[in-house]
């Protein structure tokens, strides 16, 4: 199969393309840079079954091009991190909905299957563990910047399912938990690479906040397989589906166990 992996030098599209490769699929990937790294995919480059462009998915004529040889797109493009998310919200918003829109429009003419990623920030504040897909999502004001990001993918994910509902443009969305594992940086605030380089360097952990709020953690590689298996399921098509890990963990572990 031929895939186009937008955000493909990312830190799970890098991983994905990985996976892809060595089941001997072809693979395209398109990233302008902007979180994605070249070190991400410098393993790959001189794969004869693997392309990659550096570009941004504003380019219509490059994106048509590449979205018309894939048979399947994965939409990883995205601005990610809370870091990011606070210091240039207009980018943000802009990037995600503008992004997604571009890419299901010209995945629309062709009807190529996308997979878009989301995120399980849009539940916001709900307070209802474990997230469903149906649950209501209970964002904050509009003058908090922190939840243009949920909002923004909130919208994407309309947008996704409004193509297929409309246009019966096969979509899947997938709303991932925090993904860990290698090559993941802590440049735009990811608690785990944070804290790891933090201790390797011997400087003190910065626990923000009580360190009482939990995350479920999945490996990249675990949520990799679970968008290889949604791509094959049908019953994937127009659905939301959360792609992360039942087990909880809070940041500070003390607070888990006052015994340490
Ligand atoms: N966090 C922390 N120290 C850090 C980075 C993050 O205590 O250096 C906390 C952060 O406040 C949050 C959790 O770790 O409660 C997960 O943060 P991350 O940005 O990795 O993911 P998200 O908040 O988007 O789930």
């Not at 550096?54 to 380019?59: A, F, R």
């Not at 397989?225 to 049908?234: F, K």
């Amino acid at each position: 199969m031929r895939f186009l992996i937008t955000g493909g030098a990312g830190f799970i599209g890098s991983h994905l393309a990985e996976r892809l490769l060595e089941r001997g699929d072809h693979v395209v990937l398109l990233d302008n840079l902007s979180t994605g790294s070249m070190e991400n995919i410098r393993h790959l480059k001189s794969h004869d079954r693997m392309q990659y462009f550096l570009d941004s998915i504003e380019n219509r004529q490059l994106l048509a091009e590449l979205v018309d040889d894939a048979e399947v797109v994965v939409h990883l493009a995205a601005a990610v991190g809370v870091r990011l998310i606070v210091e240039s919200p207009v980018r943000t918003i802009e990037t995600n909905v503008n992004g997604t829109q571009l890419i299901l429009e010209a995945a629309s003419k062709k009807r190529k299957l996308v997979v878009t990623a989301s995120t399980s920030e849009v539940y916001g504040k709900n307070m209802q563990v474990p997230f469903r897909e149906d649950a209501d999502l209970v964002l904050g004001p509009t003058t908090k910047g922190r939840w243009s990001y949920a909002a923004s993918k909130a919208l994407d994910e309309f947008l996704a399912l409004s193509y297929w509902k409309e246009k019966k443009l096969p979509v899947i969305v997938v709303r991932l938990f925090n993904t860990v594992g290698p090559r993941q940086t802590g440049r735009y605030g990811m608690v785990l690479p944070n804290f790891v380089g933090q201790a390797l360097d011997g400087k003190p952990i910065t626990v923000y906040g009580s360190g009482k709020q939990s995350r479920c953690f999945c490996d990249v590689r675990d949520v990799v397989e679970a968008l290889m298996r949604l791509m094959e399921t049908q019953h994937a098509v127009g659905e939301v589906v959360n792609v992360g890990n039942t087990e909880e963990v809070t940041i500070r572990i003390r607070a888990l166990r006052p015994g340490l």
